[in-house]
């Protein structure tokens, strides 16, 4: 078993930064893959972006743009910067980790989620 903690969401404004933390424990030799999705309140869950323990990364469509998904292997950590956030980009923000490869993302285990709220 897995366990992630996040942190690092908040309120920011339109046009702020944030960056989001995960880290793992327990099992973490079974994790090749950690990376975010994203929620709002009645809508599925989202992909955001991930990255293999390789450092390979992929993002969902023009995300890349404005995020930036990135690993600490040693401290077994993923992070999330987020700049030139927009209100639309609120919501609740879910570490993921699992198995994969730079094409696909196995997600087998979930952080708590992290609150992020822009305003306009």
Do not use: H
């Not at 972006?49 to 040693?74: H, M, P």
């Amino acid at each position: 078993q897995v366990q992630l903690v996040e942190s690092g969401g908040g309120l920011v404004q339109a046009g702020g930064s944030l960056r989001l933390s995960c880290a793992a424990s327990g099992s973490i030799f079974s994790i090749n893959v950690m990376g975010w999705y994203r929620q709002v309140p009645g809508e599925q869950r989202d992909l955001v972006a991930y990255i293999t323990s390789g450092g390979d990364t992929n993002y969902v469509g023009s995300l890349k743009d404005r995020f930036t998904v990135s690993r600490d292997n040693a401290k077994n950590t993923v992070y999330l910067q987020m700049n030139s956030l927009k209100p639309e980009d609120t919501a609740v923000y879910y570490c993921a980790a699992g198995g994969g490869s730079r094409w696909y993302f196995e997600v087998r285990d979930w952080g708590q989620g992290t609150q992020v709220t822009v305003s306009s």
